[in-house]
């Protein structure tokens, strides 16, 4: 018999509603959840396709060891966590507890507890080498975030903006990131309709750069350039607001000196974009009463990370783009502790050496974390503080890493390699153990997962108080062995006799909350994983139980505004980071051009794929290969002598790949265009027209680097073109 139950979606971070349709235990069509409040009825194509991430013919049912041979073979999951442990302990005994390793990936977002107990399994190992994908995607962000300071009310929500800038993302397809997650098409396209003027920094003329009121199609790489010279038409002609500044701001003098070169004219002649198209996207932004600037990915990628994320701070908060004094907060909370928004700035906090140094390259933990560009290095480079052993979760390193040969011979490398996947992926096939788990409606969910990612940056997480608890739907297949992700490091730290907790997390962009505690987890009696998200939400503004009171989910409004500055509060927000400051003076002497190598690589996101995930499913590349293209423009295909579907070869400094030519028209001249995360292991014959290719090839994480994250140039490298 056929029935449908409400759920949430989990293909990506967005965790849209759902509706499934059941055919008796088992989910087999996968549709927005009309009833949502907060999402219109939407579930992107990724979601829509989850009956077949379940049913992969490729899944693993049973965990797998790695043989004597190379080969691999099924082991019982409590039987590998024994054997784990006490290889574990052996390491631990023999090495300081900074041998330990865990990278947390970008998939253990949609599951609450994946990448929590990932982390506080290795903090209570006594280990700092903690690391996640934000540093290799977005990691400006937080160090940029700690540079300014904290405005406690928060920003001017995307709901009523006359402006929004958005530079090197495009929500529209990747449903991440400066658009509210929610629809975001249909929410831009309600904005513009009400008049936003949307403008977009962007080489590429993508589905969101198609909607702009103002496209600078410049030349990647020059995000800097372009930012600077619009904050130097907003300081010269006196466009910012002045009240704002001088009641909560330091560092104007310093900012409008060191953008004293960028004229537009200047950045023009960089980005090989029209200088009146620059001043104006400046005029339209700084006279607007409500909107923000915005980064993502591209503009992470494609070099000065920090300072690209800094000087969109500096735009927003030159127009003052924040809640004032008796504005209500956009999300008061729902599984989020409720929101004690106040209108004042809080000081600058420490962004760069604030924990564990590196032996690399002297980078250390900064204010987005420790830096995973520097990991393959610390599990290469022998000596005191190796790192020896290393767990994976909701990521597959193997392919996402920059310098996929560095990456992959370190991972050769590990005495310990633990890896949660669903099925042999490229990570998976150098692991000692692959942990089988349970996946999507296999497993309970939460809306806190979604909303506690307002902690990541400007617009991320809920724009309004939505909450919704879904049950598991289904049993694992007959026969399987699996757990949920959680299970592994709490089934270890049992076994180790230590302890975990649950960990606050406290934004430093979104608005003041009431405080978290640090709870310990009951290491005698095993939660259930209910248990647990009871644990997490104790002290939401809005109770689980109440929550599991709307199957499809609700929202939870209440009026909180922002209170008064406190008069004897001193905070102000620092536009004239002298860090900064020095590095634009080193923009403005760079020199792009590379001998030999006329065309740019940049990066891009597919919509059949999640990085490395979800790609091979063929329901989802209908119409798509299982490739990622070598988009070029028409006109270079030309020139080059090629057609599309020819094969070529890319070549940068420091390595080779091959790709597939397909025609992009969006696109600057000079380009190539190709999403990461595809292809095999280096040493793998691999055919790309299955799987793709690995830019990360083309990358060295010696070079172009951010000295506080360590990020490497992704996008915009340098590369040539040839005929394979």
């Not at 924990?355 to 933990?365: I, P, S």
């Not at 153990?433 to 809920?462: C, D, M, N, Q």
């Not at 608890?469 to 490091?489: K, M, N, Q, R």
Request: hydrophobic share 40%; aromatic share 6%.
């Amino acid at each position: 018999m056929t029935t449908t139950a409400p759920s949430l979606c989990r293909s990506c971070h967005a965790g849209c509603p759902v509706t499934v349709e059941m055919d008796g235990a088992s989910p087999v069509k996968i549709s927005g959840n009309r009833n949502s409040p907060t999402f219109y009825n939407f579930c992107c194509r990724r979601g829509q396709v989850m009956t077949d991430h379940i049913n992969h013919p490729d899944r693993l049912l049973h965990s797998m060891k790695r043989q004597s041979d190379g080969s691999y073979a099924p082991i019982p999951v409590e039987q590998a966590m024994d054997e784990i442990a006490e290889r574990l302990k052996k390491i631990l005994d023999e090495n300081s507890p900074r041998s330990v390793a865990t990278y947390i990936g970008t998939y253990s977002a949609p599951y609450l507890l994946s990448g929590q107990m990932a982390g506080v399994f290795t903090a209570a190992l006594g280990s700092p080498m903690i690391f996640a994908s934000a540093t290799i995607d977005q990691p400006g962000k937080d160090i940029a975030a700690a540079m300014l300071g904290h405005w406690q009310a928060g920003p001017q929500p995307f709901a009523g903006a006359d402006t929004w800038l958005m530079v090197g993302g495009n929500p529209i397809v990747t449903m991440a990131g400066g658009i509210p997650s929610q629809n975001p098409a249909r929410r831009l396209t309600d904005e513009i309709k009400a008049g936003m003027k949307l403008i977009v920094i962007d080489p590429r003329r993508t589905e969101t750069a198609k909607r702009a009121h103002i496209h600078l199609q410049a030349k990647p790489g020059e995000d800097a350039s372009i930012l600077a010279a619009m904050i130097h038409t907003i300081i010269n002609e006196e466009l910012y607001d002045s009240e704002f500044v001088s009641e909560n701001v330091r560092g104007l003098a310093e900012l409008k000196n060191a953008t004293q070169a960028y004229t537009p004219a200047y950045a023009a002649q960089r980005a090989d974009v029209p200088a009146e198209q620059i001043a104006e996207a400046a005029r339209v932004f700084a006279r607007a009463k409500r909107g923000c600037a915005a980064g993502a990915t591209g503009a992470n990628m494609s070099g000065h990370s920090s300072l690209v994320e800094y000087l969109l701070q500096c735009l927003n908060t030159l127009c003052g783009r924040f809640l004032r004094e008796g504005e209500t907060v956009a999300n008061p909370g729902v599984f989020l502790p409720r929101a004690t928004p106040v209108a004042q700035a809080a000081n600058p906090t420490p962004y760069k050496d604030v924990g564990e140094k590196l032996r690399v390259r002297g980078l250390a933990q900064s204010a987005c974390g420790m830096p995973t560009a520097a990991l393959a290095d610390e599990i290469l480079m022998d000596g005191e503080g190796q790192v020896k052993a290393l767990f994976t979760c909701g990521g597959n390193p193997a392919a996402a890493w920059p310098d996929q040969k560095k990456a992959a011979e370190a991972l050769k490398k590990l005495e310990l390699l633990v890896h949660i996947d669903i099925k042999m992926s490229a990570t998976a096939r150098l692991a000692d153990y692959v942990i089988a788990p349970k996946v999507s409606f296999e497993v309970p969910s939460i809306s806190l997962t979604a909303e506690r990612l307002e902690s990541f940056s400007y617009h991320w997480g809920f724009t309004e108080p939505f909450g919704m608890y879904a049950p598991a739907l289904t049993d694992v297949p007959e026969g399987s062995d699996l757990i949920e992700e959680w299970e592994l490091y709490y089934g270890l730290a049992q076994r180790l006799g230590i302890g975990l907790f649950t960990v606050p997390i406290a934004s430093t962009t979104a608005p003041l909350r009431e405080p978290q505690d640090f709870l310990m987890i009951d290491m005698e009696n095993k939660p259930t994983t209910e248990e647990l998200f009871a644990l997490y939400t104790s002290n939401a503004r809005i109770s689980l139980e109440d929550v599991k009171k709307h199957p499809d989910g609700a929202l939870f409004p209440e009026d909180i505004p922002a209170a008064p500055k406190n008069p004897e509060t001193a905070g102000r927000l620092d536009i004239g980071n002298s860090d900064m400051m020095s590095e634009l003076e080193e923009v403005f002497e760079e020199v792009h051009e590379h001998e030999g190598y006329p065309f740019r690589l940049i990066c891009r996101r597919m919509k059949n794929a999640y990085n490395s995930s979800l790609r091979d499913i063929p329901s989802l590349s209908k119409g798509a290969p299982p490739y990622n293209p070598a988009f070029l423009h028409p006109d270079d295909i030309t020139q080059l002598g090629l057609s599309e579907g020819d094969r070529i070869v890319l070549e940068s400094p420091h390595g080779k790949v091959s790709g597939i030519v397909a025609s992009d028209p969006s696109l600057r001249d000079g380009l190539v265009s190709m999403a990461h995360a595809y292809g095999g292991l280096p040493d793998e014959n691999s055919d790309i027209a299955a799987i793709g290719s690995s830019t990360s090839l083309l990358v060295s994480t010696e070079d172009s680097y951010d000295r506080y994250s360590g990020i490497p140039r992704m996008s915009c490298v340098p590369v040539k073109v040839s005929a394979a």
